[in-house]
């Protein structure tokens, strides 16, 4: 059986949420950040979580979240947030000591002076997500790839996600970097912005977890 996780990311109604865990995804994330194309609200992400429970790893992906959002995100049944905004360690420590979620940090890579912080996140955090930088002020789900070169001789003590700009084109190329089992696809298995498509998601998950 692979090792590979999946997570398909920007998930907004609970018919795409079942068809990515059917089709094998290891992870869903909800994104509650209302810039976005994939924004869910509150009470809609509550009641998909109601359906999907034990049946994979919701995440709610924020950026530079408040405390009431947090407050929600704990009441509603979160126990993984992905931080994917400008926090700094200081505000993760606290979200951590506070919260006690299982935190995912992004960091937007554009040189390897960006992978000189990770070591004061760690302490804090159960994984990293590694995505393009910001497009026009929106964190993530740009399409857009970082230069992969930039983690080459990467070596951390936490496990990363791989993201922006996966797709079925290059995400076998992606695991054989052979830096991560972890990979994080949202705009790559859309048929129009915000919009999943169930064959991406299906087709991108097999090529995933059946390489050879």
């Known amino acids: 059986m692979s ?35 994939r924004n869910i609200n509150i009470k809609n992400c509550e009641k998909i979580l109601s359906e999907i429970k034990n049946l994979t790893i919701p995440v709610a992906v924020t950026v530079n979240p408040d405390d009431k959002l947090l407050d929600d995100l704990l009441r509603i049944g979160f126990q993984y947030i992905q931080l994917h905004g400008q926090e700094t360690h200081e505000m ?27 070591v004061k996140y760690e302490p804090f955090v159960e994984y990293f997500l590694f995505d393009s930088p910001p497009q026009a002020g929106i964190q993530g789900g740009t399409g857009h790839r970082f230069d992969w070169k930039i983690i080459e001789n990467l070596s951390i003590n936490k496990n990363f996600f791989l993201s922006g700009g996966l797709n079925n084109d290059n995400i076998i190329s992606a695991i054989n970097l052979k830096k991560t089992s972890y990979f994080d696809v949202s705009s790559g298995v859309e048929n129009s912005e915000g919009i999943k498509d169930k064959q991406l998601i299906t087709e991108f998950i097999e090529k995933a977890k059946n390489i050879i």
Do not use: M, P, T, W
């Not at 090792?3 to 990311?9: E, G």
């Not at 993760?92 to 990770?118: M, P, T």
């Open 92 to 118: 993760v420590q606290r979200i951590k000591l506070k919260y006690d979620f299982k935190i995912i940090k992004a960091i937007g890579i554009s040189s390897s002076d960006d992978l000189d912080e990770l």
């Open 3 to 37: 090792d590979i996780q999946i997570k398909i990311c920007g998930v907004k109604n609970h018919e795409i949420a079942q068809h990515a865990i059917d089709a094998g995804a290891n992870f869903i994330g909800f994104i509650l950040y209302k810039k976005s194309h």
